[in-house]
């Protein structure tokens, strides 16, 4: 925990103002509440984000932090892999569809809207209509802002490698990662419409030939283009009005 403190405190005194903590099953951490209330706590840190948590390592305070400290960010990252606990079983994933929900109802119980985003794989190995039905139910439940669908394939060394086959077809697999797309892409809409007139503080993340890409604190993007742009640079916090969206993205109105 020291260790990590002053490596925050460090990029903090050199100018940077988002930090991220990175960690498989970060939250799993025996002093991740800690961590996460001595950080938020620093001068001049303005947004802090963690990943990839597992649903049920999240503490009541933890979700008290995202509901009252504005530096945590309103967003998490919650990778699901699968809507079926069949399928979650074969993945040693050590939760089920119900402890999933569960989480879910939390974050949405809070007083603060936090976006949640979340990791699907389509058809792994075994996995037939019923379990792909479950995860586009818990899809449904959830209501995802963004969901990183892949396609499963063999890893080599892996234990799923070693020990099932893979017997879905990859046509069928691009059917469904298609329908998976299709039902977030309408989502995705339905959420961004409810953030109309709001106001965001954003950051500039990478500036191209052309354009420039920025996100706000629940991690939503945009391209602008950066004729508009020349006085900007890469890092700098503004705001901006919403004021019209689109699937994945949201259309802004600089304000400073």
Same mark, same amino acid.
């Given at each position: ?88 079983? /074969?993945?040693?994933? =050590? #939760? !089920? ?7 879910? @109802? *939390? +974050?949405? %119980? ?99 030939? /052309?354009?420039?890409? =920025? #996100? !706000? ?7 602008? @283009? *950066? +004729?508009? %742009? ?27």
């Amino acid at each position: 925990m020291d260790e990590i403190l002053t490596e925050v405190k460090h990029h903090l005194n050199n100018g940077i103002e988002e930090v991220v903590l990175l960690g498989q099953i970060v939250n799993k951490h025996p002093d991740f509440d800690k961590i996460v209330k001595e950080i938020v706590k620093l001068k001049w840190l303005k947004w802090l984000r963690y990943t990839s948590p597992y649903p049920t390592y999240y503490s009541d305070e933890i979700l008290r932090l995202h509901e009252c400290e504005s530096v945590l960010c309103p967003q998490i990252h919650a990778p699901l892999q699968a809507g079926s606990d069949k399928v979650l079983k /074969k993945m040693f994933r =050590w #939760y !089920t569809s119900s402890q999933y929900k569960n989480f879910v @109802d *939390k +974050v949405r %119980w809070l007083k603060r809207d936090i976006s949640i985003t979340t990791d699907i794989i389509v058809w792994f190995c075994d996995e037939d209509d019923q379990d792909f039905s479950q995860t586009i139910d818990l899809t449904n439940y959830a209501r995802f802002d963004m969901i990183y669908i892949w396609i499963y394939s063999p890893r080599p060394g892996t234990i799923a490698a070693r020990k099932y086959e893979d017997n879905v077809p990859v046509s069928v697999k691009k059917k469904r990662w298609a329908e998976l797309t299709a039902l977030l892409k309408t989502i995705s809409i339905e959420n961004n419409k409810k953030e109309i007139w709001l106001t965001k503080e954003f950051v500039i993340s990478s500036i191209w030939e /052309k354009v420039v890409e =920025w #996100y !706000t604190d629940n991690l939503k993007n945009i391209l602008l @283009d *950066k +004729v508009s %742009w020349v006085e900007y640079n890469i890092w700098d916090f503004h705001k901006a009005q919403i004021i019209d969206w689109k699937p994945f993205k949201l259309k802004w109105k600089i304000i400073l």
